[in-house]
């Protein structure tokens, strides 16, 4: 398997576990004190950085770090859109669409030639 699909894959993963450690206490544990939340947060964002670490650990390889941040910004906004509208019942907005094609400008920018 390509290096950059075994850390994209990775990052998506990673971004699940991120995605729920920063916003799914919003939702889940709004009742409870921050710290509660605080502490089942970083529990999640441990699975976060046990797949991220070896993610760019592997992309590394083949990527400089300007395109492993970049990969990441666009995979964390193709995870949060849809753990927004689903998930947190959040209205889908014409400024994802917005957000998305200029994080692909910035995908193509940072990968070219």
């Known amino acids: 398997m390509p290096i950059w699909v075994q850390t994209s894959l ?3 993963a990673s ?3 991120m995605t729920f450690a920063w916003y799914g206490h919003l939702k889940n544990l709004s009742t409870s004190p ?3 939340a605080a502490f089942i947060s970083w529990g999640i964002a441990l699975f976060e950085y046990l797949l991220q670490v070896p993610a760019n650990r592997i992309g590394a390889q083949e990527l400089n770090l300007a395109q492993l941040k970049i990969m990441q910004e666009a995979i964390t906004l193709t ?3 849809p753990f927004a ?3 947190m019942q ?3 907005k014409l400024d994802y ?3 998305a094609l200029c994080i692909l400008g910035a ?3 940072i990968f070219r030639a």
Do not use: G
Request: net charge neutral; charged share 0%.
């Open 10 to 12: 990775l990052l998506a």
């Open 15 to 17: 971004n699940v576990f």
């Open 34 to 36: 921050w710290y509660i």
């Open 79 to 81: 995870v949060f859109v």
């Open 85 to 87: 509208f689903f998930y």
């Open 90 to 92: 959040q209205p889908l």
């Open 97 to 99: 669409l917005w957000a």
């Open 107 to 109: 995908v193509y920018f």
